[in-house]
Every structure is written in C-alpha cells, then in structure tokens.
C-alpha cells in the first residue's frame, strides 16, 4: 500500500459533462502530482501542486483543472468530456517540490473513467 | 526522437530465468532514474531510484545506468511468476517532471 489514496476508482460519465476526481496523499507529502494514463500514450503528466501552489504543468488540456487544499488533498476537474478522455488517472505524491531531485513518486491505484 | 524509449513487448520468460529490461534516452540532462512496476489495475509501484550512473542492488533487482550510452538496465534474478507486470522505467533532470517510459509487460511462465 502506497498511502495514497484515489477516489472514486471507477466513473462512467457521458460526453459533455463534467466530473471530479480526489486525491489524499501519503502523510507528511507536500506535493501532489496528476498523470493520466493510456495504452497509446502511456504516462502523461498533467499537473504539480505543492504545499497549495501549482508548481508545475504537463499536457493538461485547459478543459481540465485542478486543486490542491490545505489539508493538501487534490482535486482534478475534468468538464466538457470526450471519449478521447477516457482513461486511467493517476494521483502520486512526494515529500519535496522538486521531482525526483527530491524523493521519488508513489502512485495511487488510479480511477478509471470511461466516457460514453 | 521521443525522449524516452522502451520496447513494450511482451517479453515472456520461463520462471527462474533472468529478466533484463531497457530504456534508452536522448535528455543528457537525466541525472535520477526510477523503475516502477505496475500490476494490472493497480498504481504504478517503485523498485529501484538510482542518481547518476552505476548500479544498485536490492534483492533479487538490480538497476544500471550508463550516461554515457543513455542506456538504463533493469535486471531480475531467480524470476517468479508474481514478476509479471508491466515495467515503466522513468528519469528526470534536476528540478524537471519526471519522463516515464510507455513500459514493457513481461510474463514470467510457470
């Protein structure tokens, strides 16, 4: 068990609409990253949040958000759905804000959305 | 030229063989290397970080990192059937996103 925790493992949503994703990272981890997950395109990194702040940015499409609170859990927003959206998205988490130069990533066990 | 390149397989081996993995890349600014292994509908899981060249042992794995060839190794000794996953190696400059390679899934046969 990694310690991060991703909820809710599965969606199934039409196109057009809009959903949400949460993340809890492991105790004592500031940053939270997101990464989505395809058979073609493998990991992609979408977006850092560290201690509240946006510290870094991926492919993220501009129809997809997200937020990181004080209690440093993290939302990823995704709206105006495609079936191209469908994936696997990953929350990992670490203790430093600078990548790996710090710690590596432990990932949580994803949710699988699936857009019809 | 991707920055990161890895054979997908699938790379199917008969239990208690050795298993090398490999990833190859073009950023000579990669200084940390990390290898994930990933079950099928679970997180990714980290096996091995490594900082700059050389290699590093735990258990049955051992990581290699050649910089001057670009060329990173995995290898499995004694390997189990409870091996079989898919394999994503991943690396990153200092301060940069970690780049992680598509994965490659090995099946260790019985």
């Known amino acids: 068990d990694s310690g991060v925790t991703q909820t809710p493992k599965h969606l199934i949503t039409a196109t057009g609409q809009r959903v949400t994703l949460r993340c809890s990272p492991r105790s004592g981890d500031l940053s939270v990253y997101w990464y989505q997950q395809s058979l073609d395109q493998g990991l992609q990194f979408l977006i850092q949040y560290y201690n509240g702040e946006e510290r870094a940015k991926g492919n993220i499409l501009e129809r997809f958000s997200a937020q990181q609170f004080p209690d440093l859990h993290s939302e990823l927003n995704l709206s105006s759905l495609e079936l191209g959206d469908s994936a696997l998205y990953f929350c990992?988490?670490?203790?430093?804000?600078?990548?790996?130069?710090?710690?590596?990533?432990?990932f949580g066990n994803g949710t699988r959305l699936t857009v019809t | 030229q991707k920055e990161v390149e890895q054979d997908p397989g699938p790379l199917s081996v008969p239990e208690g063989a050795i298993v090398s993995l490999n990833c190859t890349y073009s950023?000579?600014?990669?200084?940390?290397f990390m290898w994930y292994r990933q079950y099928s509908r679970k997180g990714p899981e980290l096996l091995m970080y490594t900082y700059s060249s050389g290699n590093k042992e735990d258990g049955r794995f051992t990581a290699q990192v050649d910089k001057s060839s670009k060329y990173i190794s995995l290898f499995i000794r004694d390997s189990q059937p409870s091996d079989s996953a898919t394999y994503l190696c991943?690396?990153?400059?200092?301060?940069?996103?970690?780049?992680f390679g598509k994965g490659t899934r090995l099946h260790i046969l019985p």
């Open positions: 950023n000579s600014a990669f200084q940390y």
């Open positions: 990992a988490s670490s203790v430093g804000g600078t990548g790996a130069s710090n710690s590596p990533l432990h």
């Open positions: 991943a690396m990153s400059a200092w301060g940069d996103k970690i780049i």
